[in-house]
Protein backbone atom coordinates (compact mmCIF):
# COMPACT_ATOMS: atom_id res chain seq x y z
CA UNK A 1 0.00 0.00 0.00
CA UNK A 2 1.23 3.52 -0.81
CA UNK A 3 1.98 5.79 1.91
CA UNK A 4 2.19 9.28 1.76
CA UNK A 5 5.70 9.16 2.53
CA UNK A 6 5.93 6.82 -0.65
CA UNK A 7 3.44 9.29 -2.63
CA UNK A 8 5.96 12.41 -1.74
CA UNK A 9 9.08 10.17 -2.60
CA UNK A 10 9.84 11.20 -6.34
CA UNK A 11 11.83 7.88 -5.81
CA UNK A 12 8.15 6.03 -5.79
CA UNK A 13 5.92 5.88 -8.94
CA UNK A 14 2.47 7.48 -8.02
CA UNK A 15 0.54 4.86 -9.85
CA UNK A 16 2.66 1.74 -8.12
CA UNK A 17 -0.69 0.75 -6.21
CA UNK A 18 -2.36 0.67 -9.83
CA UNK A 19 -0.42 -1.40 -11.44
CA UNK A 20 -0.32 -3.46 -8.01
CA UNK A 21 -3.98 -3.96 -8.29
CA UNK A 22 -4.22 -4.89 -12.30
CA UNK A 23 -1.25 -7.76 -11.43
CA UNK A 24 -3.36 -9.06 -8.84
CA UNK A 25 -5.96 -9.40 -11.03
CA UNK A 26 -4.82 -11.14 -13.54
CA UNK A 27 -2.91 -13.18 -11.30
CA UNK A 28 -4.12 -16.83 -11.68
CA UNK A 29 -6.19 -18.56 -8.69
CA UNK A 30 -3.49 -21.44 -7.47
CA UNK A 31 -6.11 -24.15 -7.47
CA UNK A 32 -7.82 -22.91 -10.87
CA UNK A 33 -4.47 -23.10 -12.51
CA UNK A 34 -3.96 -26.96 -11.08
CA UNK A 35 -7.55 -27.72 -12.25
CA UNK A 36 -6.86 -26.45 -15.34
CA UNK A 37 -3.76 -28.39 -15.69
CA UNK A 38 -6.02 -31.66 -14.64
CA UNK A 39 -8.38 -31.21 -16.88
CA UNK A 40 -6.08 -30.12 -19.97
CA UNK A 41 -3.93 -33.79 -19.24
CA UNK A 42 -7.29 -35.40 -18.81
CA UNK A 43 -8.45 -34.24 -22.05
CA UNK A 44 -4.93 -35.15 -23.93
CA UNK A 45 -5.10 -38.76 -22.63
CA UNK A 46 -8.58 -39.73 -23.73
CA UNK A 47 -8.17 -38.01 -27.03
CA UNK A 48 -4.79 -40.43 -27.18
CA UNK A 49 -6.96 -43.12 -26.38
CA UNK A 50 -9.51 -42.16 -29.03
CA UNK A 51 -7.00 -41.84 -31.56
CA UNK A 52 -5.19 -44.96 -30.71
CA UNK A 53 -8.75 -47.28 -31.33
CA UNK A 54 -9.20 -45.28 -34.24
CA UNK A 55 -5.91 -45.93 -35.81
CA UNK A 56 -7.23 -49.87 -35.31
CA UNK A 57 -9.01 -49.44 -38.27
CA UNK A 58 -6.67 -48.30 -40.84
CA UNK A 59 -5.97 -51.61 -42.22
CA UNK A 60 -9.01 -52.23 -43.19
CA UNK A 61 -10.45 -51.46 -46.51
CA UNK A 62 -13.08 -49.62 -47.27
CA UNK A 63 -13.87 -48.64 -44.39
CA UNK A 64 -14.32 -43.95 -42.93
CA UNK A 65 -13.55 -43.14 -39.27
CA UNK A 66 -15.39 -39.75 -39.11
CA UNK A 67 -14.94 -37.91 -35.56
CA UNK A 68 -18.47 -36.44 -34.12
CA UNK A 69 -18.86 -33.22 -33.91
CA UNK A 70 -18.09 -31.15 -30.78
CA UNK A 71 -21.96 -30.12 -30.93
CA UNK A 72 -24.61 -30.66 -27.94
CA UNK A 73 -26.00 -33.80 -29.69
CA UNK A 74 -23.11 -35.77 -28.30
CA UNK A 75 -21.55 -33.92 -25.43
CA UNK A 76 -24.53 -33.77 -23.07
CA UNK A 77 -23.76 -37.28 -21.42
CA UNK A 78 -20.13 -36.55 -21.74
CA UNK A 79 -17.61 -37.43 -18.43
CA UNK A 80 -14.95 -34.87 -18.25
CA UNK A 81 -12.17 -36.59 -19.35
CA UNK A 82 -13.02 -40.14 -19.52
CA UNK A 83 -14.60 -40.90 -23.00
CA UNK A 84 -14.25 -39.78 -26.56
CA UNK A 85 -16.18 -41.30 -29.87
CA UNK A 86 -16.24 -41.33 -33.87
CA UNK A 87 -18.10 -43.28 -36.33
CA UNK A 88 -16.68 -46.06 -37.81
CA UNK A 89 -18.33 -47.12 -41.91
CA UNK A 90 -17.65 -49.72 -43.47
CA UNK A 91 -19.28 -52.86 -45.60
CA UNK A 92 -19.76 -54.08 -42.16
CA UNK A 93 -22.36 -50.96 -41.56
CA UNK A 94 -22.37 -47.96 -39.53
CA UNK A 95 -21.06 -48.06 -35.92
CA UNK A 96 -20.68 -45.55 -33.09
CA UNK A 97 -17.59 -46.49 -31.15
CA UNK A 98 -17.50 -44.68 -27.45
CA UNK A 99 -14.15 -44.72 -25.97
CA UNK A 100 -13.10 -45.39 -22.28
CA UNK A 101 -9.81 -45.12 -21.12
CA UNK A 102 -9.80 -46.91 -17.90
CA UNK A 103 -6.08 -47.12 -17.28
CA UNK A 104 -4.73 -50.05 -15.27
CA UNK A 105 -7.89 -50.24 -12.96
CA UNK A 106 -10.22 -53.50 -13.60
CA UNK A 107 -13.35 -53.36 -15.29
CA UNK A 108 -16.33 -55.80 -14.55
CA UNK A 109 -18.96 -55.90 -16.90
CA UNK A 110 -22.58 -57.70 -16.10
CA UNK A 111 -25.10 -56.67 -18.80
CA UNK A 112 -25.74 -53.23 -19.10
CA UNK A 113 -23.37 -52.52 -15.78
CA UNK A 114 -19.71 -51.65 -16.05
CA UNK A 115 -17.96 -51.44 -12.25
CA UNK A 116 -14.38 -49.84 -12.43
CA UNK A 117 -12.90 -48.77 -8.77
CA UNK A 118 -16.08 -49.43 -7.14
CA UNK A 119 -17.84 -47.10 -9.56
CA UNK A 120 -20.98 -47.80 -12.26
CA UNK A 121 -20.56 -45.13 -14.78
CA UNK A 122 -23.72 -45.31 -17.41
CA UNK A 123 -21.24 -46.54 -20.23
CA UNK A 124 -23.82 -48.79 -22.14
CA UNK A 125 -26.49 -46.40 -21.78
CA UNK A 126 -24.28 -43.35 -23.15
CA UNK A 127 -23.07 -46.08 -25.71
CA UNK A 128 -26.56 -46.25 -26.94
CA UNK A 129 -27.51 -42.61 -26.67
CA UNK A 130 -24.94 -41.81 -28.74
CA UNK A 131 -25.80 -44.43 -31.74
CA UNK A 132 -29.27 -43.49 -31.30
CA UNK A 133 -28.71 -39.22 -32.07
CA UNK A 134 -25.99 -40.42 -34.62
CA UNK A 135 -28.89 -42.81 -36.56
CA UNK A 136 -31.54 -39.85 -36.10
CA UNK A 137 -29.30 -37.39 -37.56
CA UNK A 138 -27.91 -39.72 -40.25
CA UNK A 139 -31.45 -40.82 -41.02
CA UNK A 140 -32.85 -37.17 -41.18
CA UNK A 141 -30.05 -36.34 -43.67
CA UNK A 142 -30.40 -39.39 -46.40
CA UNK A 143 -33.88 -39.46 -46.41
CA UNK A 144 -34.18 -43.19 -45.70
CA UNK A 145 -33.53 -45.69 -41.91
CA UNK A 146 -29.92 -45.50 -41.03
CA UNK A 147 -29.48 -47.80 -38.11
CA UNK A 148 -26.29 -47.27 -35.90
CA UNK A 149 -25.00 -49.81 -33.97
CA UNK A 150 -23.47 -49.12 -30.43
CA UNK A 151 -19.71 -50.06 -29.90
CA UNK A 152 -17.95 -49.43 -26.53
CA UNK A 153 -14.48 -49.83 -27.00
CA UNK A 154 -12.02 -50.10 -23.95
CA UNK A 155 -8.90 -48.61 -23.78
CA UNK A 156 -6.24 -49.50 -20.80
CA UNK A 157 -3.78 -51.89 -19.26
CA UNK A 158 -6.63 -53.31 -16.61
CA UNK A 159 -8.05 -56.92 -16.64
CA UNK A 160 -11.13 -57.03 -17.91
CA UNK A 161 -13.67 -59.52 -16.19
CA UNK A 162 -16.92 -60.45 -18.33
CA UNK A 163 -20.03 -61.57 -16.22
CA UNK A 164 -22.74 -61.09 -19.77
CA UNK A 165 -22.73 -59.26 -22.41
CA UNK A 166 -24.72 -56.36 -22.83
CA UNK A 167 -27.94 -56.45 -25.08
CA UNK A 168 -27.86 -54.42 -28.11
CA UNK A 169 -24.27 -53.21 -27.97
CA UNK A 170 -20.78 -54.82 -28.78
CA UNK A 171 -18.04 -54.45 -26.19
CA UNK A 172 -14.33 -54.99 -26.79
CA UNK A 173 -10.97 -53.88 -25.86
CA UNK A 174 -8.98 -51.08 -28.36
CA UNK A 175 -7.33 -53.58 -29.93
CA UNK A 176 -9.70 -55.76 -31.02
CA UNK A 177 -11.97 -53.07 -32.29
CA UNK A 178 -10.93 -53.91 -36.13
CA UNK A 179 -11.24 -58.13 -35.58
CA UNK A 180 -14.89 -57.47 -34.23
CA UNK A 181 -16.17 -54.73 -36.96
CA UNK A 182 -15.05 -56.61 -39.83
CA UNK A 183 -16.51 -60.61 -38.66
CA UNK A 184 -19.79 -58.92 -38.64
CA UNK A 185 -19.93 -59.27 -42.63
CA UNK A 186 -20.25 -57.14 -45.45
CA UNK A 187 -24.31 -55.41 -45.10
CA UNK A 188 -23.42 -52.80 -47.62
CA UNK A 189 -21.55 -52.10 -50.42
CA UNK A 190 -18.26 -49.84 -50.65
CA UNK A 191 -20.10 -47.43 -52.63
CA UNK A 192 -22.81 -47.05 -50.06
CA UNK A 193 -20.21 -47.18 -47.15
CA UNK A 194 -18.37 -44.21 -48.88
CA UNK A 195 -21.93 -42.19 -49.43
CA UNK A 196 -22.79 -42.17 -45.83
CA UNK A 197 -18.99 -41.13 -44.96
CA UNK A 198 -19.80 -38.30 -47.00
CA UNK A 199 -22.67 -37.54 -44.98
CA UNK A 200 -21.29 -38.50 -41.26
CA UNK A 201 -18.71 -35.30 -42.48
CA UNK A 202 -21.04 -32.89 -43.81
CA UNK A 203 -21.53 -30.44 -40.99
CA UNK A 204 -25.38 -29.96 -42.53
CA UNK A 205 -25.59 -33.54 -40.62
CA UNK A 206 -25.44 -32.44 -37.52
CA UNK A 207 -27.00 -28.82 -37.26
CA UNK A 208 -24.17 -26.79 -37.76
CA UNK A 209 -24.22 -24.05 -39.99
CA UNK A 210 -21.89 -23.72 -43.46
CA UNK A 211 -21.24 -20.91 -44.98
CA UNK A 212 -22.16 -20.57 -48.42
CA UNK A 213 -19.15 -21.35 -50.88
CA UNK A 214 -20.83 -21.47 -54.26
CA UNK A 215 -20.87 -25.35 -54.28
CA UNK A 216 -23.80 -27.56 -54.46
CA UNK A 217 -24.66 -29.14 -51.29
CA UNK A 218 -24.14 -33.00 -50.73
CA UNK A 219 -27.18 -35.27 -51.98
CA UNK A 220 -27.94 -38.57 -51.39
CA UNK A 221 -29.91 -38.39 -54.52
CA UNK A 222 -29.55 -36.74 -57.75
CA UNK A 223 -30.97 -33.54 -57.84
CA UNK A 224 -34.68 -33.51 -58.34
CA UNK A 225 -35.18 -37.15 -57.12
CA UNK A 226 -36.00 -37.91 -53.20
CA UNK A 227 -36.79 -40.84 -50.94
CA UNK A 228 -39.99 -41.65 -52.27
CA UNK A 229 -38.65 -40.92 -55.74
CA UNK A 230 -36.12 -43.51 -56.12
CA UNK A 231 -36.65 -46.49 -58.88
CA UNK A 232 -37.29 -49.92 -57.20
CA UNK A 233 -34.95 -52.35 -57.51
CA UNK A 234 -35.06 -54.97 -60.10
CA UNK A 235 -35.71 -58.52 -58.58
Known amino acids: MTSVADAANPRVPVNYAARHVMLEATRQNPLEWARRRRDERE ?16 PLPDWHVIDLPPTDLFTV ?16 GVFSVRVVDHGRARVMLAGD ?26 TRAVGASVPVVPV ?4 GSGPITYYGLP ?3 VVTTYRELAGVLAARGERITPSTAAKLGAVARHPATWGIPTQPNGEDPYRWYPAGIGAADKLPTQR
Open 43 to 58: ARRIAAAGERAAHRLE
Open 113 to 138: VVQINGRRPKYINQAKKQAKRAAVAM
Open 77 to 92: DKQRGEESGFLAIGPA
Open 152 to 155: LALV
Open 167 to 169: KDC
